[in-house]
């Protein structure tokens, strides 16, 4: 054999080898976490509906199996809780100032929903998205509660709840 | 007195006839992959056959099996697959019977494959895990590749060939939920296009004329 074609099969061989080694295996990243993502408003004095970010000073909101997670809200006008994925509906409780025990500081916001298997990848398996049917809440400071977005998924840029907060 | 030497300067012009020559082999690398990797096994075997003068009508095939079985995920799949397609010499030859030859190709690909059940879990910590069940299914599919390589004899009849892969699905959505984890013949069915590579030990039989 020519020794042109020797040195270009021995390269290619080469250069075979290199990619068989970049050929890599599947890995899970981090999957991306799936919220209900949720705002506090008040609305204008001519209630119309453009409404304005507030801040809740120190509030709590409750969550979870046995409401026994707690998310503590300072100086924040957003918020994002976990739906449950075993059943259809979602008990979210909103203790409007974390100092104040009394009944009329607590609100409990209940969400029904339908839960979706959505595949993520071999690596990582399935995730559960959610799509909001109803949403059910208390008024004691809480005034309205707009269902914005009824998709529950891995988007961090959707909004899904705009809670109106009495003045 | 002098003598002068002639030079022939005529070039050798060397020519075979259509599927004169026959190479079987078998893809070394896919056997020793397999004995390797505990997630998948492949065979690929190769037929080609000399078409023209500097062509090569190539045909690829085999099967495999392969299974996911992580913390999230549980199932096994198998599958057929054939190859078909064409390659193109790039040297031309040095003597009558010069079977040594870079080339690059075109292969057609599709492949039969069978997913079974599959088992999986979610995990919440706040809420509870889940568990559930996901049917098998079976796919037809299809794909395209490029493809180049050379083929050295390093003894008479006896071949090594060693070729790298660019290959993508014509169907891609067949496996946007739950891909096999490994489809032979083409290889991670997750990515839409995939890298493979081959290493062949092939014999010949035929005329070389």
């Not at chain 1, 929903?113 to 990848?121: D, P, T, Y």
């Not at chain 2, 790039?90 to 069978?114: P, Q, S, W």
Request: aromatic share 16%.
């Amino acid at each position: 054999m020519n020794s042109y074609k020797y040195g270009f099969g021995i390269w290619f061989l080469l250069f075979s080898l290199f990619g068989a080694a970049c050929t890599n295996k599947s890995v899970c990243l981090e999957p991306q976490t799936v919220a209900l993502r949720g705002g506090f408003y008040y609305s204008n004095s001519d209630s119309t509906i453009s409404l304005k970010d507030s801040f809740v000073v120190n509030a709590n909101i409750y969550f979870g199996q046995g409401n026994s997670y707690l998310n503590n809200l300072k100086n924040a006008s957003k918020f994002s809780v976990t739906l449950s994925t075993i059943s259809d509906s979602s008990l979210i409780i909103f203790q409007s100032d974390s100092s104040n025990f009394m009944a009329e500081t607590f609100d409990t916001i209940r969400a029904y929903h339908e839960n979706e298997l959505n595949f993520i990848s071999v690596a990582c398996g399935y995730q559960f998205y959610h799509q909001i049917n109803k949403i059910t809440y208390t008024k004691h400071s809480i005034d309205t509660i707009y269902l914005n977005n009824t998709r529950v998924n891995n988007d961090v840029n959707k909004e899904h709840l705009k809670i109106v907060l009495r003045k | 007195m002098q003598l002068n030497a002639q030079t022939d300067t005529t070039k050798l012009k060397v020519k075979s006839a259509d599927f004169s020559y026959f190479r079987i082999g078998v893809d070394a690398s896919k056997i020793i992959a397999s004995n390797m990797v505990k997630d998948y096994e492949a065979v690929e075997f190769l037929i080609d056959a000399n078409y023209k003068n500097n062509l090569v009508l190539s045909s690829e095939f085999g099967f495999g099996n392969s299974m996911v079985d992580n913390e999230y995920l549980s199932y096994k799949s198998n599958n057929l697959f054939m190859r078909l397609g064409i390659d193109k010499t790039l040297f031309n030859k040095e003597f009558a019977g010069d079977m040594d030859n870079a080339f690059i190709g075109v292969r057609y690909g599709f492949g039969l494959v069978n997913r079974g059940e599959a088992n999986y879990s979610v995990y919440n910590s706040i809420y509870g895990n889940s568990i559930g069940q996901i049917k098998g299914a079976q796919f037809f599919t299809h794909w395209l590749e490029l493809t180049g390589g050379f083929k050295v004899e390093f003894k008479k009849n006896i071949f090594i060939g060693w070729n790298i892969r660019m290959k993508t699905f014509i169907n891609p959505k067949k496996f946007e939920q739950l891909p096999p984890n490994y489809v032979a013949g083409y290889g991670r069915a997750d990515k839409n296009t995939a890298f493979g590579y081959n290493f062949y030990l092939l014999y010949g039989f035929g005329s070389r004329k």
